[in-house]
């Protein structure tokens, strides 16, 4: 009896192909195993892919010690997971999840330029949207944009807690040739095999300023005031700060070719408070663990892009000297 799917071939061929993409990637690697790193690579791992997480060495010791501590919406697990200090080991990559901090991606990717295989496929889960352009400037190897909703964060080592969502957006900046198509549906089939929801949408680059949008919204304020996402807009003067970084942020955007209608944007930054409302960001976490931030590639990344286009962003600037302030007085 033969079973029509969504591709118009039998169920058992759509399993074999299936099979055949994920075969693809046999070994993954989580380059940067911060909250956002443990969250994917733990959730592949949990689905029994081969996962190895690249890790400070204190981190690296302490989950290979005693595994990755999940602490799901849906589960609490000890999840059982290779880790490793050692960049040498990416020699054998087939698929890298570059998951460092944004002002990190030059050093490191110069670092393991040397080492990588000429096949390996890079997926970039970071912050802001210069991250694929300045790697793409070391490497020649596939590297692909995506556009993270998650809310976690590590409580110590090993300990990773989940406060909402966990979907990903994946796709090709330009035109995408059939074998990053290729590439693209395989990470999508890896990634719905370990229960995260993967999509490939044509407009990545619209969907990666969307996020950015979001990430300029409320880092930086969840970080200056060590605030919950939720807590945030229960204050009409904060949420009048975020309509008006809002305002200039989509100004910016569209000097850079993207129109996003301001419902769309008010729709994006509601979704946030709304889905992720216990989560504080993570400049946040940054600031409060004494760490440099992202913000030179979040509203800094707004501010000198006004400067160039010649429009104001008085309050990007304002968030982002604040938190210059408190990183300088934190470091």
Known sequence: ????????????????????????????YVLGSGAVGCYFGGMLARAHHNVTLIARPERSYSIGAHG????????????????????????????????????DTEKTIQEVAPILPKEVVILSLQNGVANVEIASHFVSNP?????????????????????????????????????????????????KSAAVPCECV???????????LVNCSYNAISGIGQIAYGDMVKVPEIVKLIEEITKEFLAVAFHKGLNIAIHDAAEAN???ARTMATQ???????????????????????????????IPT??????????????LWSL
């Open 270 to 272: 509601e979704a946030i």
């Open 1 to 28: 009896m033969t079973y029509a799917c969504n591709h118009g071939v039998c169920f058992l061929d759509c399993k074999l192909l299936g099979d055949k993409r994920l075969a693809k990637f046999k070994k993954i």
């Open 280 to 310: 504080v960001s993570s400049t946040a976490q940054d600031l409060a663990r004494h760490k440099k931030t992202e913000i030179e590639y979040l509203n800094g990344y707004i501010v000198k892009l006004g400067k160039e286009f010649r």
């Open 314 to 327: 008085p309050y990007n600037e304002s968030v982002y000297g604040m938190v210059k302030m408190l990183e």
């Open 202 to 212: 044509p407009e990545i680059l619209r969907e990666m300023w969307l996020k950015f």
């Open 68 to 103: 990755l501590e999940m602490h799901c919406q849906t589960f609490h697990e000890i999840i059982s997971i290779k880790s490793s200090h050692d960049i040498s080991i990416l020699s054998d990559a087939d698929l890298i999840l570059l998951c460092v901090k944004s002002p």
């Open 143 to 191: 590297i692909y944009p995506a556009v993270v909703y998650v809310a976690c964060g590590m409580v110590g080592d090993r300990v990773m807690k989940h406060h909402g969502r966990g979907e990903l957006l994946v796709g090709s900046i330009g035109r995408s040739s059939s074998s990053d198509l290729e590439n693209l549906d395989g990470i999508c089939e890896l990634f």
